[in-house]
Each structure stands twice: as C-alpha cells, then as structure tokens.
C-alpha cells in the first residue's frame, strides 16, 4: 500500500503543472496541500514550457471536448438553464469524458476544467478568464501562441494559449458575428465590440503575417469617476473642480492624448457634470461611453458589406444627430472630416459638446483639428479654419500616459481667440516632471501657471464661484 500511495503524486505533478499554464489567471501558483505528509517530499512541479507535450495534450483534449459536447447536446436549450444547473450537466459530460481518456486530474482541476469548458461554449474559450480579471485593461493576442495583458499600464505575458489558429479564430468569429461584423481574407480588419461593451480590433491574415492580432479594450462595468481619479493622483482637486465647473456651465471641452492616455474615461467622467435635463447625442466607431443621464442617444458608425456598400460614417451620423434636438453632442473620437461638421454643431447653439482626438500637447490637438477639417475638402481658407476652430473650442484638456504606466492630466489650456491667424492659448494647469525613482515610477507634480481663464465670467454668470487660490502657482495644489 505504501508503494502505491508514494507513487501517485508522481503522475499527479506534471498534470498540475500543466494546468497552471491553462488558468494562469484564476490560480498562478498551485500549492499542494498534502505535501507535507508525503516522504520523502513531493519534487517541485514542473513549469509547463518545459512540459509542452503534457500540456498540448491537455489543451487538445479541451477543444476536442468542446467539438463533441456541441454535437451531442442542444447548446441553445443549455444556454437558458441556470448557471449552477447547467455548470452541473456539462460537469457530469466531462467527468465521463475525462475517464474515458484517461486524464490525471484531481477533484479542484477537474473543477477548473469544466469552469474552462463551459468558457469554449458560451464565452470565449482561454481568454475568457483575463475577460473577468478586474486588473486587466488590456487584451493582446498576438497570434495563438502569444497573448499579453496590461495590467496597471504595464505590459506582462501570460501562458494562456490557443490551441491552434483556427481555434483563434473560432472565437474572433464568434465575437464579430454577434455584433454583426465579419472578418475573413477579403474583409481582413474589423472595429467591434463585445457584449460586454469591450472595444475590440482585428486584424487577420493575409493582413496579419503571423496569424490572427486582437486588441481588446476591456469596457468598466463602474466607470472611474472625477473622485477616484483624483485618488488615483491623475489630477488635483482644484483641476477637477474647475473641469466640473466648465461642463456645468456648458464650455465646450476637447479631449486630446496618446492612445491609452484615458480620454474615453475622462470623457466618461466629465459628462457626470452634464444636467439630467438635457437631451445627449452620442457618436462613436464602437459604442464604449458609458453617460449616466436619462435622456441620451447612441450611435455608432457601420462598415461596408461584403459589396462594398452601405457604410455609414461619423461624419453622416453628426449631420443626422443636428436634425434630433440634442442640446449636447458627443463625439467619442474625431478622426476624419466629421471634425468639420462637430465644430459647426459647437457655433450652432450646441455648447457644451464634447469630443476626443489623438495628439501629444494642446497646440498638436488645434493642429490635427485643421488637418481633419481640410480632409473634409471644403474651399476654406486657413485663416477661417483657424476661426472655426477659436469660436467653437474654449478648453482643451491633455492627458498622457507616462513611462511608468499612469496616466495623468498634464496640461489644461484656455482658447482664447484669433490673432493674426494663430489661434491663442493660454496655460491654466501643468504637470511638471521632476525625476524618476529608482523602482522606475515618474515623479512629479502638478501646478497652477497663474492664469485665470476667461470663461470664469461663464462660470459666475452660472452661479459657479471659483476660488483665486487655485490659479495661485505659489499654493502646493
């Protein structure tokens, strides 16, 4: 009996190790309990890159399961069961599947196993866990093999695999046809999102060289709010109280930054400030804005078909949206001609209106606004751009994520108006960077310049009073 009781943990420790590879994100270290009792001492388990063959196996045997299990049952009729009734149907299918092929797995990874079975059928299969992990922002595959997440603006590997690329793209099929979408050779590259509201790219081959590219953009189920950033030391008190301040008022905001600098959650988190009694129009590619009034409509942009017509674009749904009596519009990011069309809506009566655009400082974002507005191929001047743009933008808000991973508010600046064709700009707040510690985190600190900006007189017409102390540079904000 001894012989046998001894020689057990033998076969169990590779099966263990190849399971951390599988569900890396739900349990990255598997301790076993009974170690201490065993003697001599259980050997360490063996990492999986060192085990492939084991682990390929494992990974096999679940997509072969999956194959099977949607063969011999009504996945529909499934589906509509209670989650703990249906977990308990597909445990008692794989329980006889993992007899009859003779898999060494104890009672916790058998539990796994069936939590990542039941991913393949109604999620989406290895990925599905770094989908629930709240830490996670990111998602990116780079091809079945290779997937890396972000984890607190740091980028880090993980060992979930794939187990092959048409596996991959099972999913990716999956993903795009429940929003509508598809992707294959002829239509290469796809903007969706998932269920869940996740912004989702694609790009597949013969675009994609090495197989199949997904960048997930996880959606916030509680969305950051002015509070937490500023916990967070993305901005200061001072600065979000005047932000709240210049959207009450009805001061049109412009969010540039870098992507992943966090302009689709300041956005997020200024339109809390918008009053629940006016109508909102969102635009976006891939609806993400998560606006908490009662009175918003949403729209989102549409690709071709397969015959190359039908597509629909954010400069047609900003014409349409002036024809809904909004009294803001919202632009979740300007990128094209519609820029010419949203600043239009800003000098018609629509103050307020927000958008996002790509750039690294202030005066960069005015210049990416005058370059899109030209793509719109309208006879204008650059002297009348230019004035377009000074009536109908008063603040712009820049944020970038440092080298440390966070992100931060490093400047606000104020328009205030046109001179001899140069847009003017004042500064209002700054982050100054000072060094970086020894762990690699950017130090630093934010600052008042000593400017008042114009649009305080908006703000007291408003019944909104600003301190002088906040545009003191000598006050520590």
């Known amino acids: ?32 309990e009974a170690a201490p009792e065993i003697s001599p001492p259980l050997p360490e388990p063996v ?31 499934l589906e509509k069961l209670p989650e703990a009734e249906m977990r308990k149907h597909v445990s008692g299918l794989v329980s006889q599947y993992i007899v009859s092929e003779r898999l060494a797995l104890n009672a916790r990874e058998l539990e796994e196993f069936v939590a990542e079975i039941l991913d393949e059928m109604t999620g989406l299969g290895p990925i599905e866990p770094l989908l629930k992990d709240p830490t996670v922002n990111d998602i990116l595959i780079n091809g079945h093999e290779c997937v ?50 996740s912004r989702i790219n694609i790009a597949v081959r013969p675009i994609a060289v090495d197989g199949p590219l997904v960048s997930i953009r996880k959606f916030s189920k509680k969305p950051f709010n002015l509070k937490k950033l500023v916990e967070m030391n993305a901005i200061r008190p001072q600065m979000a109280e005047l932000l709240a301040a210049a959207v009450k008022a009805r001061v049109t905001l412009i969010i540039s930054g870098g992507t992943g600098s966090g302009k689709t959650t300041m956005l997020n988190a200024l339109s809390a400030f918008i009053s629940e009694k006016e109508r909102l129009v969102t635009i976006e590619d891939a609806a993400e804005l998560q606006l908490q009034q009662p009175h918003v409509g949403r729209m989102e942009t549409r690709p071709p078909n397969i015959e190359g017509k039908g597509e629909i674009r954010q400069r047609e749904l900003v014409k349409n949206a002036l024809r809904m009596r909004p009294d803001r519009v919202i632009l979740g990011e300007c990128r094209g001609e519609e820029a010419f069309d949203m600043l239009q809506a800003m000098n018609t009566g629509h103050e307020g209106s927000m958008a996002t655009v790509h750039a690294n400082s202030p005066r960069d974002a005015i210049s990416r606004l005058e370059q899109m507005i030209g793509m719109a191929g309208l006879p204008m001047t650059v002297s009348s751009i230019r004035g377009q743009i000074a009536a109908a933008i008063r603040v712009i808000v820049q944020l970038q994520r440092l080298s440390d991973g966070k992100r931060r508010i490093t400047s606000i600046a104020e328009i205030t108006g046109l001179e001899s064709d140069i847009i003017q700009m004042q500064e209002i707040y700054k982050y100054v960077r000072t060094g970086t ?37 000598s006050k520590p904000l």
């Open 1 to 32: 009996m001894l012989g046998r009781f001894t020689k057990r943990p033998a076969v169990a420790a590779p099966a263990v190790a190849e399971r951390e590879e599988l569900v890396e994100v739900r349990a990255p270290v598997i301790e076993l």
């Open 47 to 77: 990492p999986a890159p060192n085990n492939p063959l084991l682990s390929a196996k494992l990974l096999d045997a679940k997509v072969r399961l999956h194959r099977r299990l949607i063969e011999e049952i009504n996945l529909s009729a």
């Open 148 to 197: 890396y997440v972000e984890r607190l603006g740091v980028l880090e590997p993980t060992l979930v695999r794939f187990k092959d690329e048409a596996h991959l793209l099972r999913i990716i099929n999956k993903i795009v046809s429940a929003v509508g979408r598809r992707v294959d050779e002829s239509q290469p590259l796809c903007d969706a999102r998932l269920l869940d509201g």
């Open 437 to 473: 510690a020894s762990d690699g985190s950017v130090e630093g600190h934010f600052q008042a310049t000593g400017v008042r900006p114009r649009f305080l007189n908006d703000l007291i017409a408003q019944g909104i009073t600003i301190p002088g102390t906040y545009f003191d540079p």
